[in-house]
């Protein structure tokens, strides 16, 4: 299950090297950290935009496990939640060549913003490798928000890692257009939810569920 705030304090502290006091806490607690490459924002309004720029990086979080199954149906039937369904491509740094046979690690909270660990039978977790043109699918639920701090909230977000020999890892998470808790609502200030390439579009319904696309561009390692 998710840890408490005092979990999180001690994950902030090991990753960061700054002690908190319990009443001095910042409101991004549970999701910055390192992981987020501060070189690799989103571009400008300005930027060209026939420029190819890779995916930017985001916070691993406090809820990464090792060892989670082969699969991209990471919730069952039973599992509570509006169904989504994820399709996505990686490509290279060229954005057009298909990476093949990447590892792509995925998870996320239930419908009520809580995390299962590997003791959960990896509730919401998978992992699945890229095919012939790239491409990887995730079968899940659409996560809930979360605070991480009093009255301090998380937009809905899947985790995402993925990594391929000769091309550099990304870390990262995707957002979903229309959450009210997208920047300038984020209460993690220094995580990536303002990057608009990393905001899905949905289509569908609570009802029928809900499907989106995404391209995600591995830099050069």
């Not at 001095?24 to 390192?34: F, N």
């Not at 899940?140 to 977000?157: K, L, Q, V």
């Not at 990393?198 to 289509?203: F, P, S």
């Amino acid at each position: 299950m998710r840890p408490g705030r005092r979990q999180f304090i001690r994950w902030l502290s090991a990753t960061t090297g700054i002690a908190f006091a319990g009443a001095g806490l910042g409101c991004d607690i549970g999701e910055t950290g390192p992981s987020v490459d501060s070189d690799a924002r989103p571009p400008t309004p300005d930027a060209d935009p026939t420029i190819c720029i890779p995916t930017t990086s985001d916070a691993l979080g406090p809820f990464f496990e090792e060892g989670a199954p082969m699969r991209t149906k990471i919730a069952d039937d039973t599992e509570p939640g509006e169904r989504l369904f994820l399709q996505a491509v990686v490509v290279g740094p060229d954005c057009e060549t298909p990476v093949v046979g990447a590892l792509v690690e995925v998870w996320q909270a239930d419908t009520n913003g809580v995390y299962y660990d590997a003791g959960a039978n990896y509730r919401l977790r998978g992992r699945a490798t890229t095919d012939s043109e790239g491409k990887f699918q995730v079968d899940t639920i659409r996560p809930g928000n979360y605070t991480i701090a009093a009255n301090s909230w998380r937009p809905a977000h899947l985790h995402l890692t993925i990594s391929m020999a000769g091309l550099a890892t990304l870390t990262t998470q995707v957002y979903f257009a229309g959450d009210p808790f997208l920047p300038p609502n984020d209460g993690c200030t220094t995580c990536g939810s303002d990057d608009p390439a990393r905001i899905v579009e949905l289509g569908g319904d609570a009802v029928a569920g809900w499907s989106g696309e995404i391209t995600l561009i591995l830099a050069s390692s």
